[in-house]
């Protein structure tokens, strides 16, 4: 089982999302357990403050050392197994199809959901092991992209996903993007699905697969070739 732990000054964001699809089948089979904290609980100060001002001056509010510490250690004393601090921000690692398979190997991430300005320094420094990011763009906060990592995280557990070959044949497992795909009706606008996948030649069906895929992958994200032949 890994286990997500969530900091956030806005747990309510995370009340229906994982009630869905792969995310909640995951729960309910105990491969995945979620557990989502308020940044709040944790303030000793007025009116349980997270956040202050910036030293020297400038825009924006940043959070405190001590709230994030103290949560972060009561995450750590709750759950035994050894866990990784990412503190997701547009500064860290952009996650890719490739380095999600490194963290389906922990036992326990505790995700920190950035606001305002950022986070002190100091707590940077001394308590996170890991940035990481989405996306070279700006987010009012780290929920979006921690609900993205959970996401993508548990759909790489093969146990996760009821059907393990769906896994091996998606988009980046290959370094490919994905084939075009049909439903029915076989003919709908005009448009009508390709004869061959309708032919019950399964060679056939995989070799026009891959054509395509390499051809989706040059038109729309080439760059994953030259990763794919390095």
């Known amino acids: 089982m890994i286990k997500f732990s969530i900091i956030t000054i806005f747990p309510q964001m995370f009340d229906n999302i994982f009630q869905y699809g792969i995310i909640n089948q995951a729960i309910k089979k105990k491969i995945i357990n979620i557990n989502i904290f308020d940044l709040r609980n944790y303030s ?64 326990h991430l505790i995700f920190i959901c950035g606001r305002y300005k950022g986070i002190d320094e100091r707590f940077l420094k001394t308590q996170v092991d890991e940035e990481w990011s989405i996306g ?26 009821n059907n393990k070959n769906s896994l091996l044949e998606e988009s980046f497992n290959n370094k490919l993007l994905d084939y075009p795909n049909y439903t029915r009706p076989k003919k709908i606008n005009n448009k009508i699905v390709p004869k061959i996948l309708l032919s019950g030649n399964h060679a056939k069906i995989k070799k026009w697969r891959l054509k395509h895929s390499i051809k989706n992958t040059i038109l729309k994200k080439p760059h994953l070739l030259k990763n794919k032949f390095k």
């Open 136 to 161: 070279d763009y700006i987010l009012t906060g780290g929920e979006i992209p921690a609900m993205v990592f959970i996401d993508t995280i548990t759909r790489m557990i093969p146990s996760a996903l």
């Open 44 to 107: 000793t100060y007025k009116r349980k403050k997270v956040d202050d001002k910036i030293y020297g001056g400038g825009s924006g509010m940043l959070l405190m050392f001590l709230p994030l510490f103290r949560a972060v250690n009561h995450i750590k004393k709750k759950f035994k197994e050894p866990s990784l601090v990412i503190y997701l921000t547009p500064q860290g690692k952009l996650l890719n199809y490739n380095n999600v398979k490194n963290f389906i190997k922990k036992k």
